[in-house]
């Protein structure tokens, strides 16, 4: 990557954002060195693994250190009126 470290996280966050196999807005992308931390909630253990292999395509070579918590999607639940 010739671009500087600096720049790294955000265009990872961006790629993940948009590739139609992740679409998650809220990760959190660290780079040091040649590791890559990621984090945040995603909705199923099948995205979080999805997020992982493209992680590894958008940074070959890298160690992707993926730190996501899958927090499923609940209905919300209708709440009684308080009184």
């Known amino acids: 990557m010739s671009e500087p ?8 966050r961006e790629q993940l954002f948009h590739d139609p196999r ?7 992308v660290d780079v ?3 590791r ?9 253990i099948q995205l979080r693994h999805t997020i ?5 395509e ?4 890298y160690e992707i250190v993926n ?3 899958v927090v499923p999607a609940t ?7 308080v009184s």
């Open 5 to 12: 470290a600096d720049y790294l996280p955000d265009r990872i």
């Open 22 to 28: 992740v679409a998650e807005q809220d990760l959190k």
């Open 32 to 34: 040091k060195e040649h």
């Open 36 to 44: 890559v931390l990621l984090g945040g909630n995603v909705s199923s």
């Open 52 to 56: 992982t292999e493209v992680a590894q």
């Open 58 to 61: 958008l940074l070959p070579g």
């Open 67 to 69: 730190e996501t918590t």
């Open 75 to 81: 209905e919300p639940e209708d709440e009684e009126p």
